[in-house]
């Protein structure tokens, strides 16, 4: 990546972030954070990336919200930024933070305890 789709991808992560905040109205797209946004050389795609609190269905129903409501935030996109062409918006799940959270559960899982943390810790039986 270029400096150049580097600071185009923030700029759109930041004007899509906003409208997302602001301007939609749909209720399936909630608890959704944009991690990332990268553009392709010639500025014509932008592949958002987001991370959905909750289920996988309710993962799935906030990214169909997300992927109708495309030419609407492609529209709001157009306003806030100056380019010659505005990205055409792509909506997938990043599961990187699903990834994260199965690791460190596998990781205290299987490294042994402090004796300190296991003082500490409430009894799971009642």
């Given amino acids: 990546m270029t400096r150049r789709t580097l600071r185009a991808g923030e700029t759109i992560r930041s004007a899509?972030?906003?409208?997302?905040?602001?301007?939609?109205?749909?209720?399936?797209?909630?608890?959704?954070?944009?991690?990332?946004?990268?553009?392709s050389e010639d500025l014509r795609i932008a592949k958002v990336f987001v991370s959905v609190m909750g289920d996988e269905?309710?993962?799935?129903?906030?990214?169909?919200?997300?992927?109708?409501?495309?030419?609407?935030?492609?529209?709001?996109?157009?306003?806030?930024?100056?380019?010659?062409y505005t990205p055409q918006l792509r909506f997938t799940l990043d599961q990187g933070v699903k990834h994260q959270l199965m690791i460190s559960k596998m990781l205290d899982e299987v490294l042994?305890?402090?004796?300190?943390?296991?003082?500490?810790?409430?009894?799971?039986?009642?």
């Avoid at 042994?112 to 009642?126: N, Y």
Wanted: proline letters at 4%; a negative charge; one cysteine or more.
């Fill in 16 to 39: 899509i972030g906003m409208a997302i905040l602001t301007d939609i109205q749909d209720p399936r797209v909630s608890d959704v954070t944009i991690t990332r946004v990268e553009v």
């Fill in 57 to 84: 269905a309710k993962q799935k129903l906030c990214l169909r919200g997300l992927q109708s409501a495309a030419g609407f935030l492609q529209a709001k996109l157009a306003e806030r930024i100056n380019t010659r």
């Fill in 112 to 126: 042994p305890k402090d004796e300190t943390e296991t003082d500490e810790e409430p009894d799971e039986e009642t």
